[in-house]
């Protein structure tokens, strides 16, 4: 079973401050994307990843930036954290571009 | 424009009934199809998929689902719901193995 680890589960931000979320996958999955979940919205992709040191913009990136240092993690960053950034954060990883996905658990992102 | 529709946003069923939910797509060429299951606070499963081949895909826990090329759905079914499927069920669909679009998700509830 595909592991996918994020961390944390929960944070709280405050407006303006930088806020890092993580994830780490245990299965040298080539692919790694990170989501937001909002009510009315669905899954909306926000940056992924085809390998170490790549990172590409998914359909909503502005006021986010992604960081694949490794095979296993996956950073996505906040540098000036916005209220309208309060979501719960999906990390996913995959063998092929459009194969089978496994998600982390979600981080629940509050920015006051 | 490419789309997945999932036209019911809510399902409520008892216990031991059948239920399908539906899912249509707009993308043309060679396609996989895929359903994934949320519990409440939970990320996303992967239940099944399909790519070519017999058009009814078995997939854990009683589901199924039929690929439809002529009515470019893939709905799924399961012929007696549990209160444990009481979840929010994605259909995604991926154009020529590249990149993973989902719909906006079916939330099912099963009464006792």
């Known amino acids: 079973e595909a592991a996918v680890t994020q961390s944390p589960r929960n944070k709280v931000a405050v407006t303006g401050g930088k806020v890092t979320l993580s994830c780490n996958q245990t299965n040298n999955h080539n692919n790694m994307y990170w989501y937001r979940q909002d009510t009315g919205h669905g899954l909306r992709l926000i940056h992924y990843s085809y390998g170490a040191g790549s990172t590409e913009k998914g359909d909503i990136p502005d006021g986010y930036k992604a960081s694949r240092p490794s095979q296993e993690n996956f950073s996505l960053i906040l540098e000036l954290a916005t209220p309208s950034q309060t979501s719960v954060y999906f990390c996913a990883s995959g063998w092929d571009r459009g194969n089978t996905l496994y998600f982390g658990a979600g981080t629940r992102l509050s920015v006051l | 424009t490419q789309t997945v529709s999932q036209s019911d946003a809510h399902v409520t069923v008892f216990e031991g009934d059948s239920v399908e939910l539906r899912c249509n797509y707009s993308?043309?060429?060679?396609?996989?199809l895929s359903w994934y299951i949320q519990h409440h606070g939970r990320g996303l499963q992967f239940l099944l998929k399909?790519?070519?081949?017999?058009?009814v895909v078995q997939g854990v826990n009683g589901f199924e689902a039929e690929f439809s090329k002529s009515d470019s759905s893939f709905h799924l079914r399961k012929a007696s719901v549990h209160w444990s499927d009481s979840a929010v069920y994605f259909c995604?669909?991926?154009?020529?193995?590249?990149?993973?679009?989902f719909g906006d998700g079916t939330q099912l509830v099963v009464k006792p």
């Open positions: 995604a669909v991926s154009p020529n193995n590249n990149r993973i679009f």
């Open positions: 993308y043309g060429g060679s396609i996989y």
């Open positions: 399909y790519y070519s081949g017999n058009p």
